[in-house]
């Protein structure tokens, strides 16, 4: 019996929405989403979101209905960790910057249909830009993972490579570590006040794009007997892939008394 994926369903459903021309700019975490596409499905690349976000509208507007835009990265004016290159690590945190977010979805099926699936509500403002090390920007990395403590997210953060840098090229990527809560996953109970892993090495410094790490993948080896142990793939510098080891501890130091659900203040 063949058993249909995620990626099967969530092409069914751009089918049943008449959503199978995709306009996009991909990164690597999309790729395997793109790769060997279904002949039914057309595939359109644009360089950059501004003009992938045009085509698509473009294309609504000429056939008078909605379209489709997979973007890797959509930032919007004064966003960019570039338009953030001159914020000082002591300015307080800003919640409007771009941050990571959390939704849900009903499990329900309603009559086989599986357009539901594209029906999410309940959106909470998980964790926004506070730590030195992540001072220009948050964002997602590898996917969330169950485990005993909760579910682990390895995010990555951007902050300057000195106070005075005014270049782009001057970024430095690192990735940290959020555990939120198993019942009630909008809830923060662990955040790394440090980087868990930066670019030290020489293949992270120097690159397609200097001073990167960027998770993008985690396994957890059941297959040595090893629940706590972590593998977790990252990019070097835009240019190789690296693996880096996490081995989770008994316990975890909690947050600071009196913080709240998106608190970002350690221990």
Not at 126 to 141: C, N, S, T
Request: hydrophobic share 40%; glycine share 8%; aromatic share 8%.
């Amino acid at each position: 019996m063949t058993h249909a994926t995620v990626r099967d369903a969530a092409f069914d459903v751009l089918r049943r929405l008449d959503l199978t021309t995709i306009f996009s700019n991909p990164g690597s975490t999309e790729v395997p989403f793109l790769v060997g596409m279904p002949e039914d499905v057309t595939f359109v690349l644009g360089l950059h979101e501004g003009s992938v976000v045009a085509m698509a509208a473009g294309y609504a507007i000429g056939r008078d209905a909605p379209a489709l835009a997979l973007l890797h990265r959509p930032l919007f004016p004064g966003t960019t960790p570039e338009d953030r290159l001159g914020t000082r690590a002591s300015e307080p945190p800003d919640p409007h910057r771009e941050s990571i977010w959390i939704s849900y979805r009903s499990m329900a099926v309603s009559g086989g249909v599986p357009e539901h699936l594209c029906h999410f509500t309940s959106h909470h403002q998980l964790a926004y830009p506070q730590a030195p090390w992540e001072q220009l920007k948050i964002g997602g990395g590898a996917p969330p993972i169950l485990t005993r403590h909760g579910w682990l997210i390895i995010y990555h953060g951007v902050s300057a490579t000195s106070e005075q840098a005014t270049e782009p090229s001057r970024l430095r990527y690192s990735a940290g570590m959020m555990m939120l809560s198993a019942k009630h996953p909008h809830m923060i109970s662990y955040r790394s006040a440090e980087p868990i892993l930066a670019p030290v090495l020489p293949e992270d410094r120097r690159g397609a794009i200097s001073d990167v790490v960027f998770p993008t993948g985690i396994d957890r080896r059941d297959d040595l007997g090893q629940p706590d142990r972590f593998d977790v793939y990252y990019g070097m510098a835009d240019r190789m892939i690296g693996v880096a080891r996490l081995d989770l501890p008994d316990t975890l130091p909690p947050l600071l008394e009196g913080e709240g659900e998106t608190s970002a203040v350690f221990r």
